[in-house]
């Protein structure tokens, strides 16, 4: 029998990791779909989970291949929240998992992290 945190425990507290680096991070759990494109214009996407935000900034987990200044589509499942936002920080949890902070790349309305 496996003792101790699972990976899905482990993963969030790698980004709990990250989030301290922005220290007005507040902890939140919104679902999302991250879209964009590579390097080369191949489209990905990819369903995560806002772990923490701040009044500009998410945190969260991705398995993507993410880099510093690459720009993402943030959506979550009604539409409330569809923004554009630019890589800032990125911390390499293991081969295929990032803790990943992105910027909003413009003022958002709907998002609940106020500053």
Do not use: C
Request: proline fraction near 6%; hydrophobic fraction near 40%.
């Amino acid at each position: 029998m496996a003792t101790g945190p699972g990976p899905a425990t482990e993963a969030n507290s790698f980004v709990q990791r990250l989030s301290q680096f922005f220290p007005d991070a507040t902890p939140v759990r919104i679902p999302v779909r991250l879209t964009g494109k590579t390097i080369s214009g191949k489209p990905f996407s990819e369903r995560t989970t806002i772990e923490f935000g701040t009044a500009r900034e998410v945190i969260f987990a991705s398995h993507l291949p993410l880099e510093f200044a690459d720009t993402l589509r943030l959506e979550n499942a009604d539409g409330s929240l569809s923004e554009d936002v630019s890589v800032v920080a990125i911390h390499y949890f293991d081969g295929n998992t990032t803790a990943v902070a992105a910027r909003f790349k413009g003022e958002v309305a709907n998002w609940i992290v106020k500053g």
